[in-house]
C-alpha cells in the first residue's frame, strides 16, 4: 500500500521568501511522486513530477523538487516565494503502472504575506 | 492547451436522487478518472477506466457509482441514490497511453461540486 504525508497543513511565509513544502510517501515499490497546486475554484494543476533519472526535478512558475529515497521524500521548495503562489499545494504518490491511481496527501495551505 | 473538461459546475440535488456527472477528457487520452474531495479533506480516488472497463476502483466506488463513456468524447460518473456524505467536489482526470512518462502524468477537470441535500 501506499500513503502520503504532508507536514504542516498550513505555512506562511513573507514575498521574497523560501518555500518549502514537505512530503514524505511510503511505498513498497519504487514510486512516481507529483505535486498538484489548487488556486482557489479551480481544479488541480500538475507543477512537477519525478518518474526515473535525475532526482531533482523542475517545474511550472519556479517549483522544484528532489527525491531523496534514503528519507521517503520529496519536498517541493521555491526560492522566491510571489503572492500568486498562495494556493494548496498536494503532494501525490502512484506505482509506475499506466492507469492507477494517485494516492493524495491531506494538502498545504500556503499563505505569502506582503 | 487541451483542458478537461467538467459539467455542472455546481450540482444540487435531493437525497436518495439520481446524479450524472460529466467530463469530457483530453481527445488522445486513453486512461479515464474520477477523485473526489469532500469539504477540509484530501483528494480520493473513486475508479479507473480504460478500454471500455473499469481498470481499478477504490472501497469508495461501491454499488450505487457506476462509470460509462457513451461516445467517443463523453467520461460519466452516476450516483443512483444520492447521499448526504455524498456530498463532495468531483474531480475528473485523463491520461495518455502512448507509454513513456504521458502515461502517468493526470491532468484534472475543474471539479462538479455536488450538494445533497
Known amino acids: 500500500a501506499q500513503s502520503v504525508t504532508q507536514l504542516g497543513s498550513h505555512v506562511s511565509v513573507s514575498e521574497g521568501a523560501l518555500v518549502l513544502l514537505r512530503c514524505n510517501y511510503s511505498s513498497s515499490v519504487p514510486p512516481y511522486l507529483f505535486w498538484y497546486v489548487q488556486y482557489p475554484n479551480q481544479g488541480l494543476q500538475l507543477l512537477l513530477k519525478y518518474t526515473t533519472g535525475a532526482t531533482l526535478v523542475k517545474g511550472i512558475n519556479g517549483f522544484e523538487a528532489e527525491f531523496k529515497k534514503s528519507e521517503t521524500s520529496f519536498h517541493l521548495t521555491k526560492p522566491s516565494a510571489h503572492m500568486s503562489d498562495a494556493a494548496e499545494y498536494f503532494c501525490?504518490?502512484?506505482?509506475?503502472?499506466?492507469?492507477?491511481?494517485?494516492?493524495f496527501g491531506k494538502g498545504t495551505t500556503l499563505s505569502v504575506s506582503s | 492547451e487541451p483542458e478537461v473538461t467538467q459539467t455542472p459546475s455546481h450540482q444540487v440535488t435531493q437525497m436518495g436522487q439520481e446524479v450524472i456527472l460529466r467530463c469530457v477528457p483530453i481527445?488522445?487520452?486513453?486512461?479515464f478518472y474520477w477523485y473526489r474531495q469532500i469539504l477540509g479533506q484530501k483528494v480520493e480516488f473513486l475508479v479507473s477506466?480504460?478500454?471500455?472497463?473499469?481498470?481499478?476502483k477504490s472501497e469508495i466506488f461501491d454499488d450505487q457509482f457506476s462509470v460509462e463513456r457513451p461516445d467517443g468524447s463523453n467520461f460519466t460518473l452516476k450516483i443512483r441514490s444520492t447521499k448526504l456524505e455524498d456530498s463532495a467536489m468531483y474531480f475528473c482526470a485523463s491520461s495518455g497511453g502512448a507509454g513513456g512518462a504521458s502515461s502517468y502524468e493526470q491532468y484534472f477537470g475543474p471539479g462538479t461540486r455536488l450538494t445533497v441535500t
Open positions: 477506466f480504460y478500454n471500455n472497463e473499469i481498470s481499478e
Open positions: 481527445s488522445n487520452h486513453l486512461y
Open positions: 501525490a504518490v502512484s506505482v509506475r503502472e499506466a492507469g492507477t491511481a494517485l494516492i
